[in-house]
């Protein structure tokens, strides 16, 4: 079942697939009827000194070998270029289902689990195929020497194959420990890519807290578990081969001591003989690389295990349900008595319900852990909820296609994410078929434009990973012009001045404000100066709403958000 699913990636290469077992039929009929060769050689020329033979043989010999070469190259460059190719679209098929999981997905998968199945596991996988056309040619060599080996002296080919079945339970033994530990290996290996993400991705806090040392320690400690399985792995690949040459040695001895009282009582002849024990001696190679091809194929199923385990579990209703298109204009946004919570744990959304109409801007204030951030999730279906409804224009979220809603909808985040990129890329990420015109005059908005021309390239400047060259207001800038640009009917601000000065700030709220008009708009700040002129304020405390009204309204309740108010305003 595990071998038809990889096979499903080696389909389209069918072709290519069949000349190279073809290539590996050639090479396995050449190899046994190399054997052939040997009884001539002794009986005809050593005993019979007979010329003509020996003008004949050493040509022979050679297009044996040409022939065997060719069939050899022609199986090894064709499943090259298949295993290349397959795994390529493999991990574009695993990097699909990836990026379109849920977020709970992701908080429950590190990134170097991800990472080592999406690199190292499938990487394993690579050769599975390959390993399937040599195990062939392996066995059609096998048979071949067999079949002349019974051609010879049925009853010598009997006594060989008595050692045989002596070798299939070790070998089944030592393939299910190898496939054990292999995918214990690589989970290991996981483990080893979460310590680097952390260590390489939190660089300044490990400098700030001078926590070198104990990084190194963890990565130690990850590196020393995937030793051990390593080794055990490898320690069983190791002993593959001595058990098949040890099993085969007993059917050897036997021969020589049978095969060779026949020679010596004229039952057979020397070249008889000597062609027979060649037979069986070329049959130690396919039988030994037998075990050890399966062992490859172990670890190749292991690894495949892994990787489809990704691949088949089902995608959260949040990233699956609804096809229907939204297209502006967004009249307006409803939460229904929205419930939602983390997986199995406590409610952090409870009971919502609010409406915010077109061109409304609609704030939420409330303490850290309130469930701001939150609900701006929910919007887009980052989440699924777990009880009631939002509507956009009255159709439940849950009936629109994904990625329709989501193209409707601009984020800027409290924290900004940017990409190894250029500025212009990194703006127009929400619209990548924007003019440069239409990208410098996004930046021109966010008040963006002056740093960026100061930059060494403006805006085809490389920013390095996550924009680590650019200061945090910087990159707050970029995202605000990312957001102006994708000129969506809905737009989410979360914390999005948080990281600019006062100056920066007020002349970014009047961009915003200008962009704000006609758009619906959802902002969480702490400032509650930047949402003074909100249409309606939602306060919420551990996931329930207590208050909603506009800033003036709230203040005369003296409510959870007047004092609020007067810590940071004074006297309201």
């Known amino acids: 079942m595990l071998f038809r699913r990889v096979l499903k990636y080696f389909k389209p290469h069918k072709w290519a697939i069949i000349l190279a077992m073809l290539c590996t039929v050639l090479v396995g009929l050449v190899s046994a009827a190399m054997a052939k060769v040997v009884k001539p050689v002794i009986d005809d020329v050593f005993i019979n000194h007979d010329g003509e033979m020996l003008k004949i043989l050493p040509f022979v010999v050679i297009g044996l070998f040409i022939l065997k070469g060719l069939g050899r190259f022609g199986q090894q460059a064709l499943m090259v270029k298949v295993g290349e190719v397959s795994i390529m679209e493999m991990r574009n098929d695993l990097m699909g289902r990836i990026q379109h999981r849920e977020l709970s997905f992701f908080e429950a998968n590190n990134t170097g689990s991800l990472m080592t199945r999406m690199l190292s596991d499938v990487s394993l996988m690579q050769n599975s195929v390959s390993y399937v056309v040599d195990f062939i040619r392996y066995t059609v060599t096998m048979l071949g020497l067999t079949v002349v080996m019974f051609q010879k002296d049925w009853r010598l080919a009997l006594v060989a194959s008595l050692s045989l079945p002596l070798a299939m339970y070790p070998m089944r033994r030592i393939s299910a420990l190898i496939k054990k530990y292999t995918r214990r290996t690589q989970e290991r290996i996981g483990g080893i890519s979460k310590v680097l993400v952390e260590a390489f991705t939190g660089i300044e806090v490990v400098k700030a807290f001078g926590t070198e040392d104990r990084e190194k320690k963890k990565f130690r400690e990850q590196s020393l578990k995937v030793l051990y399985h390593t080794l055990k792995r490898s320690r069983l690949n190791s002993a593959t081969a001595p058990i098949m040459e040890l099993l085969a040695s007993f059917g050897i001895a036997a021969i020589i001591w049978y095969g060779g009282n026949n020679v010596i009582n004229g039952v057979i002849t020397p070249g ?301």
Do not use: W
Request: net charge negative; glycine share 6%; proline share 3%.
């Open 272 to 572: 008889d003989f000597f062609e027979f024990l060649t037979a069986l001696l070329m049959m130690g190679e396919p039988v030994r690389m037998i075990g050890s091809v399966n062992n490859k194929i172990q670890q190749a199923s292991a690894a495949a295990e892994r990787v489809f385990e990704v691949i088949d579990e089902t995608p959260a209703p949040c990233e699956t349900e609804g096809d229907k298109e939204l297209h502006p204009p967004v009249e307006e946004v409803r939460f229904e008595d929205v419930h939602f919570s983390y997986n199995t744990r406590e409610e952090v959304i409870r009971g919502v319900s609010f409406v915010a109409r077109r061109g409304e801007m609609v704030a939420f204030v409330g303490e850290s852990g309130a469930g701001k951030s939150t609900i701006l999730k929910l919007l887009p279906r980052f989440y699924s909820i777990t009880a009631g409804a939002i509507k956009i224009n009255g159709i439940d979220i849950r009936e629109y296609d994904v990625k329709s809603l989501r193209s409707q909808i601009a984020i800027v985040n409290q924290s900004t994410f940017l990409f190894d990129d250029t500025v212009l890329s990194n703006i127009a990420l929400g619209r990548p078929e924007a003019t440069r015109e239409e990208v410098i005059a996004a930046a021109t908005a966010a008040n963006a434009l002056r740093f960026i021309s100061e930059l060494p390239n403006g805006f085809d400047t490389v920013i390095g990973e996550r924009g680590d060259t650019l200061s945090g207001g910087q990159k707050q800038r970029i995202a605000i012009a990312r957001a102006i640009l994708r000129n969506a009917p809905i737009l989410m601000l979360d914390e999005a001045t948080s990281a600019l000065d006062s100056e920066s700030e007020k002349e970014i709220q009047s961009a915003l404000t200008l962009l704000m008009e006609g758009r619906t708009t959802f902002v969480i700040a702490h400032r509650l100066s930047t949402i003074r002129h909100a249409d309606r304020i939602v306060f919420l405390k551990k996931g329930l709403v207590t208050e909603v009204g506009k800033h003036q309204e709230l203040v005369a309740r003296d409510g959870d958000y007047a004092r609020l108010c007067r810590i940071q305003f004074g006297e309201v």
